[in-house]
């Protein structure tokens, strides 16, 4: 675990990935994928693995931040380095470079999310996706990547961007079936709730995960 987090936080680093997606936001990508692991049934060891990796590193070769070829390759060496296999290690590449809602967002046909197969490895795809879109009630993070690409705008103009965002998009993930996994739709109310309560008080809660 030491070895990931460190990774990450170098990836950070080198790419200039600002806070809304970086360390804190990977371990709390991985905290919501460990928890939708726990609603599910029969999840055998490599699915985990996978899912938990990609859950982690889905913003390490994202890119509004860096190449996603080069960026690609340092996840690869890193796996291989841990003793991942190489199956596995593609796998958790094809899931972080397919699972973006902007991509999918654009791929939409007729209305119709088009998502990817991935085979063996769909649903550890849809548990990292999940995961990622839970985050995104953090309403810090959208405050705070605002103010990372528009640093010469306003206080009051970050968050009125920020409520924008909530009501058009992050308030409909759940009912445009973007969130489609039974236990991550379970946690959308809570989360919902403390998302409101943020942006009527505009508060910067955001609690860090335990991993």
């Not at 119709?112 to 990622?132: C, F, M, S, T, V």
Request: proline share 3%.
């Amino acid at each position: 675990m030491n070895a990931l987090l460190a990774f990450i936080q170098g990836q950070c680093e080198k790419y200039h990935i600002d806070e809304s997606h970086g360390l804190k936001h990977a371990k709390g990508t991985w905290v919501r994928a460990s928890e939708i692991i726990g609603t599910l049934e029969n999840v055998e060891d490599w699915e985990k693995r996978v899912a938990l990796y990609s859950a982690a590193l889905h913003d390490m070769c994202d890119s509004k931040y860096c190449p996603e070829k080069e960026a690609s390759e340092d996840i690869r060496a890193f796996l291989l380095g841990m003793g991942v296999s190489e199956e596995e290690v593609d796998a958790v590449l094809r899931i972080i470079t397919s699972m973006s809602y902007s991509k999918l967002k654009n791929s939409m046909q007729d209305g119709k999310i088009l998502y990817p197969e991935h085979g063996k490895w769909q649903r550890a795809y849809h548990i990292a996706r999940n995961a990622d879109l839970l985050e995104a009630y953090t309403v810090a993070r959208c405050v705070l990547y605002n103010k990372h690409i528009f640093p010469q705008k306003t206080k009051d103009e970050h968050w009125a961007r920020a409520e924008q965002l909530f009501q058009e998009r992050v308030f409909r993930y759940a009912a445009d079936g973007w969130i489609n996994l039974p236990g991550a739709l379970e946690m959308v109310p809570a989360l919902e709730q403390e998302a409101r309560r943020c942006l009527e008080q505009r508060l910067l809660d955001w609690p860090e995960p335990h991993m």
